[in-house]
């Protein structure tokens, strides 16, 4: 055992001397507002913020942080648990070099989709090929600071979250005023989407990413925000169905490019299941509301998010949903949960870290 350690310290070491190596495993993770953690907050046009309270009162200081959810993100609970430091936002402005090496960068931003076109009723937004972008610019920093040989396999060590789609249904396709809307119908806007994503992901194993996520949807037919849009406040079904038929393609697109990307481990997970579970029968969960948000402003629904004007459920960890579209910080655990279950990953310091995951969930039917 001592021996072992021994080991690795001088493979370590000896990498150093090589490569530079500064063997650190960080994140690189793009989504939409359900990873932000203040991108948004910075691009001052946008009208997808969460820059004012009551957004992040059960995170740290109980300010405002960016976060569009009372606590923390799915990609937070679940980068905790694999032991990896939670990256800052892209546009946060103590990112240097040093910060990137030790953190990773996190180009989420409300609003954004998998094609550009999504959200473009937010004024700014980074769309996923923004924040593409904004990684190869991350990527040029650190060959300058490290040299091309250790930043090459920086980035091939680091784990990457590509979490985005809803915005593609909800603030695009399902909404008239969008072009999308009428130029496709639900099998050639899913087949859209799945063709964008594919190169998008090229792209990103291009850059070096070899292990990635992939999460998807949930029943997003059942926020808040679409349950208002019919009398009877039921869920909207054909929103639903959108998610399953998103999931199975999703699925089914990273298993392809798993085994036909070189040296790639790209996992596609939803917790869509679990989800629809707990808006069925919150109690069994713990939960005593899933239909509507915690912070909200009285009647007038859907009402812009959360504002300070708003008035909160007296018991924030028994709500589902924290504002019209969003999950609450205790809802946001059990999907994270679901993930980790789902995409079979343990700890970047786990023995058993670099052993074969079990194979994929089959996706929801
Ligand atoms: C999407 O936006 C990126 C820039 O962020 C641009 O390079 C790309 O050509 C655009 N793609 C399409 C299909 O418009
Ligand atoms: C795949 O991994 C092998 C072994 O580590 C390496 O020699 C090869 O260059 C890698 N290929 C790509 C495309 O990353
Ligand atoms: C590692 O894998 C072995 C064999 O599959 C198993 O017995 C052991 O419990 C695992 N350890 C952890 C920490 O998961």
Redesign the pocket.
């Known amino acids: 055992m001592k021996l072992e350690v021994a080991l690795a310290v001088l493979v370590c070491v000896f990498a150093i001397a090589i490569d530079g190596c500064n063997c650190k495993v960080v994140q690189f993770i793009f989504g939409d507002s359900l990873s932000d953690v203040g991108n948004n907050d910075k691009l001052t046009k946008s009208l997808a913020r969460a820059s004012l309270p009551w957004y992040g009162i059960d995170f740290g200081n109980g300010m405002p942080n960016g976060r569009f959810t009372n606590g923390r993100t799915v990609a937070d609970i679940i980068g905790d648990k694999m032991g990896l430091p939670r990256p800052p936002a892209f546009l946060d402005p103590s990112l240097s070099e040093d910060v990137i090496l030790e953190n990773g960068v996190n180009y989420a931003s409300g609003g954004g989709g998998i094609l550009n076109e999504t959200g473009g009723l937010f004024v700014q937004r980074f769309s996923l090929y923004k924040q593409i972008e904004l990684f190869q610019g991350t990527q040029e920093l650190i060959r300058d600071q490290i040299g091309t040989p250790a930043a090459e396999k920086f980035f ?1 060590e680091s784990r990457y979250v590509v979490a985005l789609g809803s915005n593609d249904f909800i603030n695009n396709y399902l909404m008239p005023v969008y072009s999308d809307s009428w130029s496709y119908n639900d099998q050639t806007f899913i087949s859209y989407l799945m063709e964008t994503l594919q190169g998008q992901l090229k792209m990103l194993h291009s850059l070096g990413a ?1 292990k990635l996520m992939v999460f998807g949807l949930g029943p997003m037919g059942c926020i808040p925000l679409q349950r208002v849009l019919s009398t009877s406040g039921d869920c909207q079904d054909r929103t639903n169905k959108l998610a399953l038929s998103f999931n199975q393609a999703g699925s089914k697109l990273l298993e392809a490019l798993s085994s036909n990307l ?2 790639a481990s790209y996992r596609f997970g939803d917790a869509y299941d679990v989800v629809n579970s707990v808006i069925t029968n919150p109690s069994q969960y713990g939960f005593s509301n899933a239909d509507s948000p915690c912070c909200s402003f009285g009647k007038i629904r859907p009402a812009l998010t959360c504002i300070p004007a708003s008035t909160l459920c007296k018991d924030r960890s028994k709500y589902v949903f924290w504002d019209e579209y969003h999950p609450s910080d205790s809802a946001n655990e059990l999907i994270a949960n679901e993930l980790i279950k789902k995409l079979g990953f343990r700890g970047v310091n786990d023995p058993n870290a670099s052993t074969p995951a079990p194979a994929i969930a089959p996706s929801p039917e």
């Open positions: 091939q070899r070189p040296n």
